[in-house]
């Protein structure tokens, strides 16, 4: 499916384009925004690379990845990063990863871009993957992601212990997920951005 383009209250989700090289750094560049992910900041080079990784992924068919640029409706300000993927490994699964810069947090602009990504109300996941169960992992200290999942009706499972090497150590993840029947009574009546 290409091009991927859904929109929000505020938010859009679109494909990523070689403009974006210079946006992705405030986001993957950022020890702020990076310090509960999987990897270190990540430089304009490597943004580069990941940036023309994503456009290749997107032209593949069958298309296996989506790394989705999250933008302002407003500016068209690139301001995160979103990645629904089905998951080959999880019959009728897809897991969820997402991103925000620092400097749009605490806007409500996650719970906006996590419904989107999800697909509850015009979004992407569940409209357009069509899982079983969308699923993510979160760093346990990371209480914004836990607000911002618990929101949108995600629910938490679990935590896989050891899961993510960063910085030298082993960390656990915490896991959230979304069956498609509570994603889909969750948006009778509910836009993406509410």
């Known amino acids: ?19 974006d090289v210079n946006a992705v750094p405030a986001v993957y560049g950022s020890p702020e925004a990076t310090e509960h992910l999987s990897f270190e900041p990540r430089g304009r080079e490597e943004a580069g ?37 089905l ?5 009728g699964g897809a897991t969820l990863g997402f991103a925000l810069r620092p400097r749009s947090w605490g806007a409500g602009y996650g719970v906006e871009m996590v419904r989107l990504l999800l697909g509850l109300g015009f979004g992407f996941g569940f409209d357009d993957l069509r899982p079983h169960r969308i699923w993510g992992a979160r760093s346990p200290r990371n209480e914004a992601s836990d607000r911002t999942m618990a929101a949108v009706g995600m629910v938490e499972e679990g935590v896989i212990r050891e899961h993510v090497l960063k910085g030298g150590a ?17 948006t009778q ?6």
């Open 87 to 91: 998951d080959p490994h999880q019959q």
């Open 170 to 186: 082993w960390r656990d993840s915490v896991v959230h997920a979304i069956l498609d029947r509570e994603g889909h009574a969750a």
């Open 1 to 19: 499916m290409y091009p991927v383009e859904r929109s929000g209250t505020r938010l859009a989700l679109r494909e990523l384009s070689t403009e």
């Open 49 to 85: 690379r990941i940036v023309a990784r994503s456009i290749a992924a997107a032209a593949e068919t069958p298309r296996g990845e989506y790394a989705l640029a999250v933008v302002e409706r407003e500016s068209a300000e690139l301001v995160g990063f979103g990645r629904p993927d």
């Open 189 to 194: 009546g509910r836009p993406a951005g509410d």
